[in-house]
């Protein structure tokens, strides 16, 4: 009985393409990683800066910042609690709270712990406080010093 060369890969020249595409990969990896902790850094500044902004709009109609319990939400809806709910703006002062790169919503302290006026801010990936790289805490104080 004779066997025919039929058409295919053998079990080594697919392994060699796997290990070669398992290299490329890592080399990628590796190259991109810090392109996306720094997009990360800017969207979490971004995010801040647009929280601050509409921080101050409210103080300016209210004559004070929301209160820790309030929460950023006092940004999004009207609370019971406002001073002047007349000059509340009618879509709040910012479509919706963002969340930080990692989908959790930023922290929110007033008075402010690190800071003088309040605190925004997130825990990083790890969702812990304290941490370094991806799982450092950034907030409002970091632009301040």
């Given amino acids: 009985m004779i ?3 039929r058409p ?12 070669i595409l398992g290299i490329l990969a890592t080399i990628v990896a590796i190259n991109v990683s810090p392109f996306l902790q720094r997009a990360n850094l800017e969207k979490m500044r971004a995010d801040i800066s ?14 004070r910042y929301p209160t820790t319990e309030q929460g950023l939400e006092a940004l999004v809806k009207p609370h ?4 002047r ?11 919706s709270v963002p969340t930080d790169p990692w989908g959790q919503e930023y922290f929110y302290l007033s008075p402010g712990e690190k800071a003088k006026r309040y605190d925004i801010y997130s ?6 406080e304290g941490g370094v790289g991806d799982n450092a805490d950034i907030g409002n104080w970091i632009s301040q010093n």
């Fill in 3 to 5: 066997l025919k060369n």
């Fill in 50 to 63: 647009q929280v601050e902004k509409a921080l101050e709009l409210y103080k300016f109609n209210e004559m």
């Fill in 80 to 83: 019971l609690e406002l001073k």
């Fill in 85 to 95: 709910p007349y000059l509340y703006p009618e879509n709040g002062y910012i479509n």
């Fill in 8 to 19: 295919g890969f053998t079990l080594i020249e697919l392994m060699a393409v796997i290990v």
């Fill in 123 to 128: 825990l990083g990936a790890d969702g812990l």
